[in-house]
């Protein structure tokens, strides 16, 4: 008899441990009508900067716009180089290219997959005038390092912390790290709404004011625009989900820890590459990403198992034809392209159990 699958992120079993909360404070918001900008959204900002320790939080529409506005709010534009990983979600890359600047892609480092600092140093050019290092997977980073080259060429550094809510790197909160950084609240992701949402986090007030005028159409006063902005609000029904589910983030970054744990120990043994964790690192495994160079059996077992699984990325941003205009070639960056053929996420959430966690290391090992 097939037994129940086992889905990759269970939303709807989070929603069920939250009902009464979540509807209430839906309710609360709809009843209310300030549907734009709203007092759930004010509220939310504050508590997601307390949160994180900053002084500064502002909500936009996604984390992409996150991103994209961060970069406006530093003058970055046409002319511009901004280095960004080419392992990443394709979102990062966007965000730097529609601002007009060039994206320079470099190789991720093999061990934690994040961004190669090596790269970085090779790529910095007389026009760089950022750095976006990814939180990959809920992995921070390797952040000093990145740190002293933006201090000797004076560079920003922008953060993509939208796998990352509540990772530390030596103990500091990802996103409050470098100028600023942009989130995502993309249901999937470890703090997510129930639809799109994003935020930046900066501890620069002058960024942070930028940033709520690009959102809001350039304008602080109604009907005076000093910039030349964007429609691309956090909506208030979202924040005031936001606000209910950002009480439980620690506890939920608690779990998918445990869940972590647990896959390690019953995954030790098998040929299986399982995820490393660096010196530096307190992750909070928004994936789980294990290695393996018979992914097409592996992919095969889980499906006959019911459960389910997803490739986080199975093309490299220098290989996607969008990006064709760089001019990169197959194996300008090994170490990408190696994990992209190589690399599957088992299921990750806060509330899989231990018996699903044992079947999905049981087909694991059975491949
Ligand atoms: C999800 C994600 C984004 C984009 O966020 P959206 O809210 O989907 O626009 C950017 N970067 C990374 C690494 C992501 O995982």
Redesign the pocket.
Known sequence: MQKTSIQFVDLRRQYHNIQPEIDAAMLRAVGRGDFILGEDTREFEKEFAAFNHAPHCIGVG??????HLALRALNIGLGDEVIVPTH??I??VL?ISNTGARPVLVDCDPDFYCIDVKAVERALTPRTKAIMP?H?YGHPADMDPLLQIAKDRQLAIVE?T??GHGATYKGRLCGTIGDIS?F???PG?NLGAYG???AIVTNRPELAERVSLLRNYGQKVKYVHTMKGYNSRLDTVQAAILRVKLRHLAQWNDQRRAAAARYAELLDGTKLGLPQVAPWANPVW?LYVVQTDRRADLQKALDAAGISHGIHYPIPVHLQEAYQDLGHKPGDFPVAEALAGRILSLPMFPEITVEESQRVAQACAGF
């Open positions: 996604d984390g992409t716009d996150a991103l990443t979600y979102a990062s965000a990814v990959l993509d939208a796998q942009g995502s609240f993309y992701k799109d949402g994003g928004h």
